[in-house]
Structure formats: C-alpha cells, structure tokens
C-alpha cells in the first residue's frame, strides 16, 4: 500500500538548533516528493520539492530536502531554525502519473526563544 | 500575489443536511482539487477537477460526495446528507497544470463540523 510516514510528531527546539525531520514513503513507481509548511492561522505553502536530478534541493527559508532513493527517505533539515519557523511540516508524495498529493501525518515544530 | 480563498471559514451543519463548500481559485489556474483533514490525522485527497471532469478521486469521494465549477471563478463541493464523520478541514487548491510537476496552490480551508 502506499503510504507516506513522518516519524517526529511533535518537535521543540531552541533557536539556532538544527533540525531534521524524517519522512519515508512506500510507493511503486516513479514519485515526485515535497514539503509543505503551515503556520500558525495560515495555509499550507510550499517549502521545496524535487523531481529530479541532485537528490539535495534548496527551498524557502534556507530550508533544504535530500532524496535517499535507495533508503525511499526525503529529510528536511535547516542548519539554525528561528522562532518564526514555529508551524507545521507536512511530506507529501504524488505519483509522477497522477494528481493527488498524498501527505504523512506532519510535524509540529515549536521553537523556543 | 494572488491567493486561493475559501468561504466559509466555519460551518456547522446538522447531520443529513447538504453543505456546500465554496473556493475561488487563482484565476490562471486549470486544474482544481479538494482535499480533507480530519482532526489529529493526515491531509487526505479527495478529488481533481479539469474541463469539468473529474480526472482523479479517491475512495472516500463517493456518492454524497460532488463537485462544480458553477461559473468562471468559483469551484464547489458538495455533501448531499452529510455524516458525524464529514467533520473535519477542508482544503481547495489550484494548479496552473496538472499532474505531479506542478505546485498545487492551498487555500486556508473551510472547517466543517457536523453535529
């Protein structure tokens, strides 16, 4: 079946920490991956995505996601969060034929001054 | 920059009653989606719209389930008899083009709570 799996549910962390957040997926076949955020009050947005080619993308924010194809893994990580990084995270997989996003559960990502 | 928006905001409806939830997407997009979050699980797709087709859905968008784009800016769905399970967020989004290369734009959701 497929499925998409965020292993940290909840996460605090204190400004300048680092962060990682974990996302596997189970899919046959060719996928597109993303992370999306949502703050506080506000929809979800888009922080990167990868289709192809270098396995480490760059997104908004100094966000950035390594592929792992052998591992089936798509981490987010930010090198030093700051208190405005405080939102959800959600992973999601799409089939390179299809339409449909498919999420994992997300994150809550709380970071203290 | 322009944004998807949702009306309403929150909606309580009585079970066995019709709600419509409305969105109006970013005006240069194409393809159209409606997705559900219910409390304390994960986003989950419930249907894309293109031409006035639906090109994909989901097993949980059966037949209580519709959608619409009544006129050039709105896209809707329906519940017809809408259940205790039908509580929950839903989510309008909008692509320039569809398939899985294409971001797919949210709005801020209309929260449906069914008593």
């Known amino acids: 079946a497929q499925s998409v799996s965020q292993h940290n549910h909840h996460v605090i962390l204190s400004e300048a920490a680092s962060l990682e957040l974990g996302c596997n997926y189970s899919?046959?076949?060719?996928?597109?991956l993303f992370w999306y955020v949502q703050y506080p009050g506000q929809h979800l947005q888009l922080l990167l995505k990868?289709?192809?080619?270098?396995?480490l993308v760059k997104g908004i924010k100094g966000f950035e996601a390594e592929f792992i194809k052998s591992k089936f893994s798509f981490n987010l990580r930010k090198p030093s969060v700051q208190w405005s990084d405080t939102a959800e995270y959600f992973c999601?997989?799409?089939?390179?034929?299809?339409?449909?996003?498919?999420f994992g559960k997300g994150t809550s990502l709380l970071v203290t001054p | 920059e322009p944004e998807v928006t949702q009306t309403p905001s929150h909606q309580v409806t009585q079970m066995g009653q019709e709600v419509i939830l409305r969105c109006v997407p970013i005006?240069?997009?194409?393809?159209f989606y409606w997705y559900r979050q219910i409390l304390g699980q994960k986003v989950e797709f419930l249907v894309s719209?293109?031409?006035?087709?639906?090109?994909?859905k989901s097993e949980i968008f059966d037949d209580q389930f519709s959608v619409e784009r009544p006129d050039g800016s709105n896209f809707t769905l329906k519940i017809r008899s809408t259940k205790l399970e039908d509580s929950a967020m839903y989510f309008c989004?909008?692509?320039?083009?569809?398939?899985?290369?294409?971001?797919?734009?949210f709005g801020p959701g209309t929260r449906l709570t069914v008593t």
């Open positions: 999601a997989v799409i089939q390179v034929s299809g339409y449909a996003l498919n």
């Open positions: 899919y046959g076949g060719t996928v597109n």
């Open positions: 990868y289709f192809s080619g270098d396995p």
């Open positions: 005006s240069n997009h194409l393809y």
């Open positions: 719209f293109y031409n006035n087709e639906i090109s994909e």
């Open positions: 989004a909008g692509s320039i083009r569809g398939g899985s290369s294409y971001e797919q734009y």
